[in-house]
């Protein structure tokens, strides 16, 4: 059974925004350089269960001779760009909102590559139980929301939701989010442990072959496609390891092109042995039901408005300071070198 956390609804983003603090603490470097050409191995986060884009770009050679060092595993965006920001980790992905805050607070971050974003096989839905009376955004009033991690894009999504459906802001902050582990959400939601369920990617797709739930509204249905997040480094890091960055954003890049043009049946038979040959004891079941990773452009490139459109509705909510940020600042497309992908090598 999983243990739930509320967190007010006021403190939207609060999570990336203490970590300034934090940024001002660490050393921010990363692993440093190692000899003339800087190290070429990088540490990372990853996600139970799942493989993350690098890990893919790595088993398919993409990355070359820079290897990736697993350190853990996280369910948080916030918490895994504020490890890269304080160097505990060479590079960490979270959705872009949570960037430009993190970014606004003074932390000396730049992204490199998107590798997250919704589509219509990649995306993510907000569901409630079958014979749940909750049918609109007013619905949602006392209700409690459960998710993987607040200040990221599954709150952002719900309160773009909420506005949309003329909540005033009394009214949304009636709305209750609660962190639950993504592997428990869908169980909490049938034990009625929570309201409403934000489930994504194989989970969704686990939890809907179940039976018994209702779609209430997806982040597709509300802003299309797009991308919605990117992978990050510290500048400092990017000036002291440039040929290692290129290799790794570049290696990325192909192995999303890779993911798009490959049959999924191949796509996932190559990310079950992925799981299974690195032995943590995971659940490959629900890699089935991967389909995309939904990042709108080729090789994972950035457009201005991937971020564009996150600083805006920060700086109206009043949650940043707009001269805070600059979007030519925010990110690079510089080492991303990737090309259509080419065929992959045969089993790694």
């Known amino acids: 059974m999983s243990t739930l956390s509320p967190l007010n609804r006021r403190h939207f983003l609060g999570l990336v925004g203490l970590s300034a603090v934090a940024v001002g603490c660490g050393t921010a470097a990363g692993g440093g350089p190692s000899g003339k050409g800087g190290t070429r191995t990088l540490r990372y986060q990853g996600w139970t269960g799942q493989v993350t884009v690098p890990e893919l770009a790595e088993d398919l050679g993409y990355l070359q001779d820079v290897k990736l060092e697993w350190v853990g595993n996280t369910i948080s965006g916030p918490q895994d760009i504020q490890s890269a920001a304080t160097g505990q980790t060479d590079f960490g992905g979270a959705f872009n909102g949570a960037v430009v805050k993190l970014a606004a607070n003074g932390a000396p971050i730049k992204s490199v590559i998107s590798y997250y974003g919704s ?6 839905g907000y569901y409630v139980r079958a014979d749940s009376p909750i049918r609109t955004a007013r619905d949602l009033i006392g209700r409690k929301v459960g998710m993987n991690t607040l200040g990221a894009h599954s709150e952002a999504m719900l309160d773009i939701y909420l506005q949309r ?38 989970l969704r797709d686990k939890a809907l ?45 192909r192995a999303l092109d890779w993911s798009r043009t490959t049959p999924r049946a191949e796509v996932v038979a190559r990310m079950t042995r ?11 079941g629900t890699l089935r039901y991967w389909k995309s990773y939904g990042v709108a452009e080729p090789g994972g490139r950035i457009t201005g408005k ?12 009043g949650d940043i300071d707009r001269g805070r940020v600059r979007l030519d600042a925010l990110y690079t497309n510089d080492f991303n070198t990737s090309a259509p992908a080419s065929p992959a090598p045969s089993g790694r």
């Open 209 to 253: 072959a179940g039976g018994g739930l209702r779609q209430l509204f997806t982040d597709h249905q509300l802003l299309g496609s797009f991308s919605a997040g990117t992978y990050v480094m510290t500048e400092r890091f990017i000036k002291q390891n440039p040929d290692t960055v290129r290799t790794f954003v570049t290696g990325v890049g």
């Open 306 to 317: 991937d971020l564009q459109l996150w600083i805006d509705w920060l700086a109206d909510r």
């Open 274 to 284: 992925i799981v299974k040959k690195r032995g943590r004891n995971e659940d490959t």
């Open 119 to 124: 589509d219509e096989d990649a995306y993510s």
């Open 165 to 202: 459906g003329g909540l005033s802001a009394a009214d949304a902050d009636k709305v209750e989010p609660l962190v639950v582990p993504p592997v428990n959400t869908e169980q909490s939601l049938r034990q009625k442990q929570i309201d409403v369920a934000v489930l994504s990617g194989v």
